[in-house]
């Protein structure tokens, strides 16, 4: 009887070479997602024996947030959906009129111009976490808001028409974008302090 050959092998190699490369093509090509959460720089420790500045009390606008995760704005029971347009109003009131881009109603009785209103936001320590998250993105965002439509309005002027203060940032931040990064850091700076975010946030009750 005829002995049956050793059946032929495989040879690996190659299928390791094949898995090596793959697993490199997969670590350069796939992107780890970032934690997300709330963009705060604390201010600097000031050692000075200097006073703070006396801030007009129609200058702030107080937000509070109770136990029961109610929102109180200027003392008054208010809507989380209705938060953002009062800030902006707030914001955008221009009382003294020496804001020359502010659109708002000019109200004695509201901030005087974007550079000295002041947010002021408290909480109690039994407010949930989903609530105060949602009440600081909407304040973020009234001041987003005003930026934006004040970065339409500078970038017509400065070479960079139909981009907001959103987009500035992002392109700023684009390593492939090609345009004047100088000149967009510039816009992106003097919008920061036409309207700088002055959200002053109180320790939780």
Partial sequence: MAKRGAP???????????AFLL???F???TTIPKDSGLNRKLPPIDLSDTEPPIIKEKNVFTVSLNKNDQLLVENELMEIKDLR??????LDNNGDG???FCKGKR?????????KAVISLDNARETSYAIYISVQNELVAAYNELRNRRALEVGAQKGFPNMNF???QAKLGDARWGGDKEKLKGVIESIQIEIP???SEVAPK
Avoid at 85 to 90: R, V
Avoid at 107 to 115: G, L
């Fill in 166 to 168: 959103i987009e500035m």
């Fill in 85 to 90: 347009a009062a800030a902006l109003e707030f």
């Fill in 107 to 115: 109200d004695d009785a509201s901030s005087d111009n974007p550079d």
């Fill in 8 to 18: 032929p092998e495989v040879n690996a190699g190659s299928m390791a070479d094949i």
């Fill in 27 to 29: 670590l350069v090509t």
């Fill in 98 to 100: 020496t804001c020359a």
């Fill in 23 to 25: 697993l490199i093509f």
């Fill in 197 to 199: 975010q002055k959200l």
